[in-house]
Each structure stands twice: as C-alpha cells, then as structure tokens.
Nanobody, 124 residues
C-alpha cells in the first residue's frame, strides 16, 4: 500500500485547510485510515481515523468539532477537513493505513503503511 498526503500550507488562525491522502488500496480491501501529526520536538499524535467503509470515525479530543475525516472509496482518497485552525495545530500531518478493520485504533504502532507527510503551519 502506498499513501500520498497533500494539501498542507500556511494559514491564519481561524482559517481552513483540506488535506488529502491518496491510497493504492486493492479493490475490496478493508483498511482503516488515520491521520496523525507531529510537531517539532514532540511525539507523533493521533488526530482522526475512519473505517474502511466510511461508516465510523474517531477523533482526538483536541480536534473534535473542528476537523472532519471522510473518504471517497471510488477515488481511494481520504480527506481531513480542518476548520477553525489554531496555532497549536501546526505540525507535519501524516496519513496512515492499518490492516485492522474492526476498531479505529489510535495507536501509532498499529498502522503499517505511512505517507510522506504534509506540513501545516497556522499563524496567530
């Protein structure tokens, strides 16, 4: 599985960005896809995850009600719509895929495939 993240950039606080993650899933695969972020000098943190069919989502408390994860199975793309951005959202954002389909895990080590990351900078 290959993942390609895009859509990062520089935005003012209160603004919005939409990240995209294009995946090379085989037809019929049931991969959970997650977004993670890593700020300089910090660990990689869970942001959001979505089930293989898009029916279930899971969010970190820090982004709930501001970020929305979705997926277009036909296009094999997962999106992260980020609204009301704050300076503390500044980080490199990574999309990742897990072969676990029963739970929307937040654990970094359970995601087997990773994209290259896209940088998001929110200015105050």
């Amino acid at each position: 599985v290959q993942l390609q993240a895009s859509g990062g950039g520089l935005v003012q606080a209160g603004g919005s960005l939409r990240l995209s993650c294009a995946a090379s899933f085989r037809t019929g695969s049931r991969n959970t896809v997650g977004w993670f972020r890593q700020a300089p000098g910090k660990e990689r943190d869970f942001v959001a995850a979505i089930s293989w069919d898009g029916s279930r989502t899971n969010y970190a408390d820090s982004v709930k009600d501001r970020f929305t994860i979705s997926r277009d199975s036909a296009e094999k793309t997962v999106y992260l719509q980020m609204n009301s951005l704050k300076p503390e959202d500044t980080a490199v954002y990574y999309c990742a895929a897990s072969s676990i389909s029963t739970t929307l895990t937040r654990r970094v080590e359970l995601y087997r495939w990773w994209g290259q990351g896209t940088e998001v900078t929110v200015s105050s």
